[in-house]
C-alpha cells in the first residue's frame, strides 16, 4: 500500500467523496474501486497542493511533506526541480550535428533517471520486500527491473552517476537480508519473480568491476544470497 498526506494553500469551500457514481456531500471516506474526492475553493486565486506519500504509514507521508514542502511554494519547488535536473543531466557536455541530436540524447537521459524510485521516509524509514518496516542509512530504493537495465542503463549509471548506482546495490542487499534472497525483479514492497536468470549478479558485478562497490559487510551480504540462488532454485513468490 502506499499511504499519501495532502495539504493545500488556501481553506475548502466545500468537499465530498463519491462512488460508483454516487456523490456524497461533506464526507471523507469511501471504500472501493471505483471511488474519489472533490474540493471546492472560493475565488480564482490557484490552489497549490502538497502531497506526500510513503510505504510505511500515513504519519511518515506528512513527515516527508512537511519536510519536502513545507511552505507550498510552487515557484520555489519548480525553480528546486529545474536546477536538480540540470545539474544531473549537465554531467554529459554533448557534441552533435544537429538540435535534434540533443534533444534525442538528453531526452533519453532523462527518462534513464526516472527510475528506480526512492522509497525510503526522509527519517530513513521504508518497507521491506518481507512487509516490515526497517530504518537506512542511505536512500533506499526499489522498482528495479533489473532483467532490462542490467545491460545498458545500471552500466551507464554506474559511469555518469556512481553515488546513485551505489546506493542501488544497497538497496538490493538490503532486500536480501530482509526477504531472505536476492530480487530478480523487486517492484513496490515485494518481490516479482518476473523474468529469468540472475540479473542482479551482473549488476553488482559490472559495477565492481568500474571501482563503484559498497562497504564490505554489504557486499559480503550479497555475495551470499546471489550464491545462493546461483547453485539452488529462486524461492516461489
Given at each position: 500500500a502506499i499511504?499519501?498526506?495532502?495539504?493545500?494553500?488556501?481553506?475548502?469551500?466545500g468537499h465530498g467523496v463519491f462512488a460508483d457514481g454516487k456523490v456524497a456531500t461533506g464526507e471523507t471516506s469511501r471504500q472501493g474501486q471505483a471511488v474519489g474526492a472533490y474540493f471546492e475553493f472560493a475565488g480564482d486565486e490557484p490552489v497549490v497542493l502538497g502531497v506526500g506519500l510513503s510505504f510505511v504509514d500515513a504519519a511518515h507521508a506528512a513527515m516527508n511533506l512537511a519536510?519536502?514542502?513545507?511552505?507550498?511554494?510552487?515557484?520555489?519547488?519548480?525553480?528546486?526541480?529545474?536546477?536538480?535536473?540540470e545539474t544531473l543531466l549537465g554531467r554529459v557536455e554533448l557534441h552533435g550535428d544537429s538540435e535534434r541530436d540533443f534533444e534525442i540524447f538528453y531526452t533519453g537521459l532523462y527518462h534513464a533517471l526516472l527510475m528506480p524510485t526512492l522509497a525510503s521516509d526522509v527519517d530513513g524509514s521504508y518497507r521491506g520486500l518481507?512487509?516490515?518496516?526497517?530504518?537506512?542509512?542511505?536512500?533506499?530504493?526499489?522498482?528495479?527491473?533489473?532483467?532490462?537495465?542490467?545491460?545498458?542503463?545500471?552500466?551507464?549509471?554506474?559511469?555518469?552517476?556512481?553515488?546513485?548506482?551505489?546506493?542501488?546495490?544497497?538497496?538490493?542487499?538490503?532486500?536480501?537480508?530482509?526477504g531472505g534472497y536476492m530480487p530478480r525483479w523487486p517492484l513496490g514492497t515485494g518481490y516479482t519473480g518476473g523474468m529469468l536468470g540472475e540479473s542482479a549478479t551482473f549488476v553488482f558485478a559490472d559495477t565492481h568491476a568500474k571501482g563503484v562497490t559498497v562497504p564490505a559487510d554489504e557486499l559480503a551480504l550479497a555475495y551470499a544470497a546471489m550464491r545462493k540462488t546461483a547453485v539452488a532454485p529462486v524461492p516461489q513468490d
Open positions: 499511504h499519501f498526506a495532502a495539504r493545500f494553500s488556501r481553506p475548502l469551500a519536510a519536502e514542502a513545507p511552505d507550498l511554494d510552487f515557484d520555489a519547488a519548480q525553480a528546486a526541480a529545474e536546477a536538480e535536473w518481507d512487509g516490515e518496516v526497517h530504518t537506512s542509512a542511505t536512500s533506499y530504493y526499489t522498482d528495479l527491473s533489473l532483467w532490462d537495465t542490467f545491460r545498458t542503463e545500471h552500466p551507464l549509471l554506474t559511469l555518469l552517476y556512481p553515488e546513485y548506482q551505489a546506493d542501488f546495490l544497497r538497496s538490493l542487499a538490503q532486500m536480501a537480508a530482509d
